[in-house]
């Protein structure tokens, strides 16, 4: 019976690290990182050492100074006694304010015109060309100054909303107001409140966290509701009518929950020269915020258009062969494949609206560009610390954008079996 010679397993040596291909990615992984390391610690060093020749050290201990400026549009108590790190605060809450309902806006915009620069129909598919080729050409700097003029400067003044002889009248049944310092509009109240959650930094309204908690076990019983049912078809055939229960579902708890809660609107009301009461949206954020909804909406629709393109005709074709309809095709067949192909570039839209909202400074939303990276470097003097931190939080926000985006793609891309 033949035997096979054992095979002699030579020791470790350094020269496997270069040309070993077992350890050859991980050496020179190695190699780079400490040259990124040497290279970050030489500029830092370099930095810290010229501001010390300068006079200057390098300390965040700025950020507990009193601020000394006001704030026009705030979500939370701020008043120019508050200090630089409050006036931040206030400054990345307007940041994620703006970005988010961009976001949510220009999803909206940019799904329907990137479906109907798809349709068959001539006018509007040429409309929805002339859209996206006009909006996404521009800069967008150009489209958040025309806006905020035109509010501006063409919307009436409070004062012509006064007596008998008033030029212009509020719209929806008296409820809103749009003149040329921004839009009125209604703002919840609560008879019966909860009262706010003190987390020190601010106050969180309990009638909110309630609101959400809601929603948020309405959206659970749902989803419970939907597989119930597709289990209900996998196992008889036939699909139980759930429509109605979804509508149920979402709509009395929330109806319960703001009569216990006393919930009304106060409505804004002509007071002397201005309005009072009511919510005010100044032209700013809403100038800001359309122009993003419209530049990134043109950028969506493409992407729209690429996915659905990308999907089979014959996936259509099989569709209509069933009998569903155009708009039940696209809802439950297209769009669903076409999402694999939309969503990755749809993460960089989402990136380009929070970076982009650093425009605000143009027409004066005091973000955090406008806050931390505009007064309080100029008043402090600490250019290095206010523009590292203001880059730090810009790269946190698209980095949990991304990481949440991922989440969600890694949800709808197919799965193999």
């Known amino acids: 019976m033949a035997t096979m010679p054992d095979v002699r397993k030579d020791g470790f040596r350094l020269s496997m690290l270069i040309y070993d291909t077992r350890y050859r990615s991980i050496t020179l992984q190695v190699i780079f990182l400490g040259i990124f390391v040497i290279a970050a610690w030489w500029l830092i060093h370099n930095t810290v ?3 010390r020749a300068l006079g200057k050290d390098f300390s965040f201990g700025f950020l507990t100074v009193r601020s000394g400026y006001d704030i026009n549009q705030r979500l939370i108590e701020y008043s120019s006694d508050s200090t630089h790190a409050r006036a931040f605060l206030v400054g990345l809450l307007n940041t994620l304010l703006v970005a988010f309902l961009a976001c949510i806006s220009a999803t909206v915009v940019g799904v329907l015109a990137g479906v109907l620069r798809l349709s068959k129909n001539w006018l509007v598919a ?3 060309t002339v859209y996206v080729e006009a909006f996404r050409n521009i800069p967008l700097l150009i489209w958040i100054l025309l806006i905020f003029a035109i509010m501006t400067e ?9 007596g008998e002889n008033a030029t212009s009248s509020m719209m929806l049944f008296d409820s809103i107001a749009v003149t040329n310092r921004g839009v009125y509009v209604p703002e919840p109240l609560f008879s019966r409140s909860l009262g706010n959650l003190d987390l020190g930094i601010f106050l969180v309204s309990l009638d909110l966290l309630a609101i959400v908690a809601v929603i948020l076990g309405s959206v659970l019983a749902n989803r419970k509701l939907l597989k119930t049912a597709e289990r209900i078809q996998n196992d008889t055939g036939v699909r139980p009518v759930t429509w109605w229960k979804s509508i149920l579902i979402f709509l009395a708890p929330l109806v319960v929950l703001k009569f216990a809660l006393g919930f009304h609107l106060g409505l804004p009301e002509l007071r002397g020269f201005n309005f009072a009461d009511g919510t005010f949206l100044r032209n700013s954020l809403i100038a800001l915020w359309f122009a993003l909804t419209v530049y990134t909406g043109a950028f969506i ?3 729209v258009r690429a996915g659905i393109m990308a999907v089979s005709h014959g996936q259509t074709e099989a569709a209509a062969a069933l009998g569903l309809r155009p708009g039940r095709i696209m809802s439950l067949v297209v ?3 076409a999402l694999r192909v939309i969503i990755p570039p749809m993460i960089s839209q989402y990136l380009n609206i929070t970076k982009n ?4 400074l143009a027409v004066g939303y005091m973000d955090i560009r406008s806050t931390l990276g505009g007064i309080t470097i100029n008043q402090t003097g600490r250019e290095l610390e206010g523009m590292l931190l203001m880059m730090l939080t810009y790269l946190v926000i698209s980095l949990l954008i991304s990481m949440a985006m991922n989440v969600y793609n890694a949800s709808v891309k197919l799965k193999e079996r």
């Open 301 to 303: 629709a493409e992407t």
């Open 49 to 51: 050492e010229n501001l």
């Open 126 to 128: 040429r409309l929805m």
């Open 357 to 360: 909202t650093s425009l605000a």
């Open 335 to 337: 769009l669903p494949q």
């Open 154 to 162: 063409s919307m009436p003044a409070p004062s012509a909303f006064r």
